[in-house]
C-alpha cells in the first residue's frame, strides 16, 4: 500500500502472504511493485535518479571500507552490503560485536536482531526470510527472538512446534 505520496516521492509499504519471502521483492523492488500494479510502470530514464531505501549511505567502496574498520570477511562485508545497503556499517559494528563475545552463529544473530527491529514476529516469518533449513539454527532464531521480544520460555515453544 502506498504510505506517503508527493510530486516528487512515493514511499510504499509491501505486505506478502504469509507463504512467501522478501527475497521475491528484493530482485528488483521497483519492477516487483509496477508488476502488481500498484504504481505506473518507470521508464529507464526515471530509474538512474531513484534511490531505493537503503542505498543513501552507499557508496562503491562500502565493502572494503567494512573489512578494514570492523575486520569482516569479503563475503561477510559483501552480504551486508547487498541485503542491507547503508544499515550495512551499524550492522558489522554489531557483527564485530557477537564474534567478541563468542556467538555460535554471529552473522545469523545479527541479522535476526535487524529483522526484529523490521518487525519479525514469529520464527517461522525471520526463518523464511532468512531461508534457513537447518532445525539447530531455527532453535538459535527462536532463542535470539526470544531475548529480543522478551518471550518467555512457553511463547518460544510454541512459536518453535
Known amino acids: 500500500k502506498i504510505i506517503k505520496s508527493s510530486p516528487k516521492s512515493i514511499k510504499w509499504e509491501i505486505s506478502t502472504p504469509k507463504d512467501t519471502t522478501d527475497v521475491d ?5 521497483v519492477n516487483e511493485i509496477c508488476n502488481r500494479k500498484i504504481l505506473e510502470s518507470l521508464r529507464a530514464s526515471q530509474m538512474s535518479d531513484m534511490i531505493l531505501e537503503g542505498g ?32 550495512a556499517p ?6 564485530k560485536e557477537q564474534k567478541n563475545k563468542d ?9 535476526v536482531i535487524q529483522a526484529c527491529k523490521e518487525m519479525g514476529q514469529t520464527v517461522i516469518q525471520v526463518v523464511k526470510r532468512l531461508h534457513i533449513q537447518d532445525g539447530k539454527k531455527v532453535c538459535f532464531i527462536a532463542d535470539v527472538m526470544g531475548k529480543q521480544l522478551s518471550w518467555s520460555d512457553g511463547f518460544k515453544n510454541k512459536n518453535i512446534g
Open 90 to 95: 551499524a550492522l558489522a559494528r554489531l557483527l
Open 25 to 29: 521483492i528484493e530482485k528488483n523492488p
Open 56 to 87: 543513501h549511505g552507499w557508496f562503491p567502496s562500502l565493502c572494503l571500507s567494512l573489512c578494514s574498520h570492523y575486520g569482516l570477511s569479503s563475503e561477510e562485508a559483501e552480504h551486508l552490503v547487498g541485503r542491507y545497503g547503508d544499515q
Open 103 to 111: 556467538s555460535e552463529y554471529p552473522l545469523l544473530e545479527v541479522e
